[in-house]
């Protein structure tokens, strides 16, 4: 295994990947992992962001306060994003497009505010309790918690990303699967069938919460240092251009995309003042003339067609003068 | 008789550019006299710096890339590492973002082969780059790193930064006598690091001096609008406002707080020491005391050198603090390779840690044991538009 | 009661540039049915030319605000052409031009990025003071700031002119044709495309205003302080009620106020918190905003 990697990353040396960027690239997949889960439910979901927050913070409390193995501080970090998932789904799913969107980033918002001020809020409390001004530091605020070892491995981030991406193809083969399409395809309609939509779209919204804590316990032992400010409007954003970079009818276009979109700025080095306008020119081109993004296997089947039947009657025009 | 004069004339003719020229003393920078001129460097040593060149924190890094330019420029035009030997900088932008840091430093010390590196910009991104300089043996100094801990990382970490905890005790010790202080008021930003580790100096130092806080306030990054924090704030009557923010907010601070009518001293750190915050907050400014490692307004004549350099170098552009400790720094990782005679890493790291008693724009500078500067910082008050020194004092790391 | 009418002052010009600016969104939400998130963009574009028709090509404030609009004015109908109309023609999804949008918002603060490194050497620049009078004047226990006043009485302005125009005149009424029912009105022989690209105009020209407003009263611009006020856009003209004109003013002056008292009671750092949470109580409550009309919001 460590072998192939190696390869895999001298291979990828000219376009300016060291290991380092390929373990971040790695964590960009499965983050566009997340949020392909939401999209393909028909769920225009920006929450992965603040699950990604949530997973880093209870990830290293767990590594750092606690002094447990990477392994446990990653099922922590899950369980705790699950659980958090749960009583914020329940009543923002039921709202759709751009509301929902908007209640996510609202969501985003509300734990960074929370991991900001959670010192001070403690503080508070124990000042009123104890009559005297107490200060209270644990999770630091805006200083960040530092010093965190990298504990992450490329090997850990490839194997878990294997697993999920074997789990999510079972998932579309199974009932649960072409629950979450029909859903996409037409809320009404799938209701009308017998699908419990409020159970499915939770259930994802969980998957998909989970997948972005471990983004986030992996993103941390690797960065050594979090602050809140790494989790915000502009993450969300991020993750969402690595869907639709990526292109959103197959699991593999969403870790394409987050890798692609992570590699860029590296690859841009030699142009680096332009590198933004470049990442802007490259989304906006893929929306436009790339309407299923980079991995369309649907829209490349159309294209072969169209070319072919093309080809076939420029020859048939031929033969027949 | 007239040819006695006229060989009088001659030989004072002779002599006068001689006496002119005693006249201007021009101050050269770098340890001269202190090491020989070395002998044993390769045709070009290469360094990197990892600037903040795109993003919301080029304000600064854009200006530590212009400073570092003129400091290598000068080095090897003077021919400050002998004779035909270059100093290079490999850049790198790391944008803020401490994912970028990390590649930046990897590509810089395993791929570009540095032997030494300059930055990162910002203290958050170091935690994160540092220890891959750290884990390679390569001496990394930050120019602009303020957080606490930053040195501890290791002991190929540097940084000239005076961090706030070397500021502003000076500061608020100076502050508290000159004005006779026994309360105040504290509005700090909550959301950044710079701004809330500034915070909990300046509740230290208040408290080391036995100044009581009568409220504190907290403010968001980008916020504009003070007034609901300063009504509140100015309601207690406080004898002095205590800001920890950065030069944005801090303008708005001081401008809101006037027009609030407040006419008492405003006392700041670090983000106020801007000539941006003066020439923006107008008259607001008067009265006005920041307390910071480098000032414009200093009286250090190698300090003069650096401005009237850059300034001609840069169309007349001010620099600033970012700027004066980048232009140190690189001159100091210079005079490291100068004195120790060798471009290897190792040894670069050693005769770092070495240099005592370095002029510089800055004052006075040397590296104590844990590889933090140790230099006088500068106290200011703002009056008629201008800083002007309130004082000097020295700290201890 | 002093203090309270002197941050309800606060809270009202403030309120002014948040709701002049979720115009923008609303106008082009009603109309043509997306949201346009590059309106942000075009937000901090205003200011940015502002400042440099100001302070580079040294033009008195008179000449150079309604140059500011309409150079926003046009980036936004240059935003319709390249981000919106060709996936429009494609029949694309509503989610598409969305994305599009966020696309064209990176390309334009990208772009903006290089010129301010070019004209300023930075990414920080500063508006002069003194453009406007903000010295403040004392009436009974308030202090008014001269600047904060003409900022609500332009927006206001502007938001009357913006009225007329949608009720009085022949475009206005093409545009609330369009609204109503796209196919409908082409049908009657409305250019819908001039109508749309109208819309842009209009929209942009209003968001631009409000970063010119913005930059005076605060002085400080660079490319990012588009993200600043994005979210509080949104939050706007949901609360207000998404299409709804009066709505988008109605809840930029509620954001304001909300985040100001909020700040004056409890300290800023809650009010994001404060924001969201009667955001969240809305969205479950009452989804199409206070001024909405109760359609499309569930599923």
């Known amino acids: 295994m460590d072998s192939i990697i190696e390869f895999v990353i001298t291979l990828l040396k000219p376009l300016g990947v060291t290991e380092p960027v390929f373990q971040f690239m790695l964590v960009s997949a499965i983050l566009g992992l997340s949020i392909y889960l939401t999209l393909y439910t028909g769920m225009f979901s920006l929450a992965s962001a603040g699950f990604m927050a949530i997973g880093a913070y209870f990830g290293v409390a767990a590594t750092q306060f606690w002094h447990l193995p990477l392994g446990l501080g990653l099922i922590i970090g899950m369980l705790a994003a699950g659980l958090i998932a749960i009583p914020i789904g329940l009543p923002v799913l039921r709202l759709k497009d751009i509301y929902l969107a908007i209640a996510t980033i609202g969501f985003g918002e509300v734990v960074n505010v929370v991991i900001l001020n959670f010192d ?73 069938m017998g699908i419990n939509v409020t159970y499915v779209k939770n259930i994802v919204f969980i998957l998909s919460a989970m997948l972005a804590a471990a983004a986030g316990v992996f993103s941390a032992h690797l960065t050594r240092i979090i602050t809140p400010d790494a989790y915000g409007f502009d993450r969300a954003v991020d993750i969402l251009s690595f869907a639709v970079l990526g292109g959103t ?41 790339l309407p299923g993004g980079l991995v369309d296997p649907a829209g490349l089947r159309a294209t072969i067609r169209r070319v072919r039947s093309r080809l076939r009657r420029a020859a048939e025009s031929q033969g027949a003068t | ?36 001129d070395p002998a044993g460097l390769p045709e070009t040593v290469t360094i990197g710096a990892i600037f903040a060149q795109s993003g919301a924190a ?132 909550n959301d950044d690091d710079f701004t809330i580790s500034g915070y909990d100096v300046f509740v230290e130092a208040l408290e080391a001096n036995y100044v009581e806080i009568l409220a504190e306030a907290t403010f968001a990054k980008g916020d504009v609008d003070f007034s609901a924090q300063l009504t509140t704030l100015l309601g207690t009557n406080p004898e002095a406002l205590v800001i920890s923010a950065l030069a944005a907010e801090a303008t708005q601070i001081i401008v809101q707080a006037r027009q609030a009518g407040y006419t008492g001293p405003i006392i700041g750190g670090n983000g106020l020491n801007s000539p941006a915050v003066l020439t923006n907050s107008g008259e607001a400014s008067e009265g006005v005391i920041v307390g910071a490692a480098w000032n414009i307004a200093s009286p250090e004549a190698l300090s003069t050198a650096f401005i009237e350099a850059y300034s001609a170098a840069y169309e007349d552009a001010k620099p600033d603090q970012f700027a004066a400790q980048a232009y140190t720094g690189a001159w100091l990782m210079a005079t490291a390779i100068r004195c120790g005679d060798s471009a290897e890493s190792l040894a670069i790291r050693d005769s770092l840690a070495e240099i005592v008693d370095f002029p510089s724009p800055l004052g006075m500078f040397s590296f104590d044991e844990d590889r933090n500067p140790v230099h006088t910082p500068v106290v200011q008050i703002a009056t008629g538009g201008a800083f002007a020194v309130l004082g000097a004092e020295m700290t201890e790391e | 009661m002093d203090t309270f009418f002197q941050q309800l002052i606060n809270a009202l010009s403030l309120g002014a540039i948040y709701g002049l600016f979720a115009l923008g969104y609303a ?15 075009v937000f901090m574009t205003g200011a940015f ?30 935003l319709e052409f390249i981000a919106f109309r060709p996936l ?43 453009l406007v009078p903000d010295e403040p004047i004392l009436l009974g226990g308030l202090r008014i700031v001269p ?3 003409i900022i609500l009485a332009a927006a206001l302005g502007m938001m009357v002119i913006l009225q007329a125009v949608v009720s009085r005149t022949q475009i206005g009424q093409h545009m609330r044709a369009v609204a109503f029912n796209q196919r409908v009105a082409a049908l009657l022989g409305i250019n819908v495309g001039r109508v749309f690209v109208t819309t842009f105009f209009i929209a942009g020209a209003l968001g631009g205003a409000a970063g010119m407003l913005y930059g005076l009263v605060f002085l400080n611009v660079s490319p990012f302080i588009g993200s600043d006020v994005a979210l509080v856009g949104l939050t706007a003209i949901v609360l207000g009620g998404l299409g709804s004109i009066n709505g988008a003013v109605l809840g930029g002056i509620l954001v304001a106020a909300l985040q100001t008292f909020s700040t004056a009671i409890g300290g800023s750092s809650y009010r994001n918190i404060v924001v969201f949470g009667i955001l969240f109580l809305l969205l479950l409550v009452r989804p199409q905003g206070l001024l909405g009309q109760p359609d499309s919001t569930r599923t």
């Open chain 3, 147 to 149: 600047i904060r006043v």
């Open chain 3, 49 to 78: 030319f502002g400042l440099v028709l100001i302070d580079k090509l040294q033009l008195p404030l008179i000449v150079a605000f309604p140059l500011a609009m309409i150079g926003a004015g046009l980036v936004s109908v240059a």
């Open chain 2, 1 to 36: 008789m007239v040819r006695r004069v006229f060989a009088l004339i001659l030989v004072l003719a002779l002599l006068a550019p001689a006496v002119m020229a005693q006249d201007e003393e021009v101050l050269q920078m770098g340890f001269w006299e202190e090491c020989e």
């Open chain 2, 58 to 189: 080029s304000v600064y890094g854009i200006s530590q890339s212009q400073a570092v330019d003129l400091a290598v420029a000068e080095i090897n035009e003077s021919a400050y590492l002998g004779e035909g030997v270059t100093l290079e900088v490999i850049y790198a932008d790391s944008a803020g973002d401490k994912e970028q840091a990390i590649a930046a430093m990897t590509k810089l010390v395993e791929e570009d082969g540095v032997v030494a590196v300059l930055g990162p910009t910002l203290s958050s991104e170091a935690f994160s780059a540092d220890p891959i300089a750290q884990e390679n043996g390569v001496p990394v100094m930050g120019v602009s790193n303020t957080a606490a801990g930053i040195t501890d990382m290791g002991d190929f970490v540097f940084r000239d930064s005076l961090p706030e905890s070397a500021v502003i005790p000076g500061t608020i010790a100076q502050a508290t006598e000159a004005l006779s202080l026994t309360q105040v008021a504290v509005l700090y930003g």
């Open chain 3, 27 to 41: 106008l082009v939400f009603s109309v043509l049915g997306v949201l346009n998130l590059a309106h942000s963009a």
């Open chain 1, 120 to 192: 001070d809020v403690v503080a508070a409390i124990l000042t009123a309790v104890q009559g005297e001004r107490v200060r209270f530091r644990l999770i630091e605020g805006a200083r960040g918690i530092k010093n965190i070892p990298r504990l992450t491995e490329t090997q850990y981030l490839v194997f878990f990303l294997i697993i999920v991406g074997f789990f999510i193809t079972r998932l579309h083969r199974s009932r649960f699967g072409r629950s979450m399409a029909a859903i996409r395809d037409d809320e009404r309609a799938a209701a009308n």
């Open chain 3, 88 to 130: 429009r023609r494609r029949g694309a999804p509503r989610i598409s031009q969305l994305i599009s949008s966020i696309g064209a918002s990176i390309l334009l603060v990208s772009i903006t990025q290089l010129l301010f490194q070019n004209l300023y050497g930075g990414t920080d620049a500063y508006f002069p003071r003194g």
């Open chain 1, 249 to 289: 009818s197959t699991w593999v276009g969403s870790i394409v995309g987050g890798m692609t979109l992570t590699a860029l700025p590296e690859t841009l080095r030699a142009v680096n003042q332009y590198r933004g306008v470049f990442t802007g020119m490259v989304l906006l081109a893929v929306i436009l003339f």
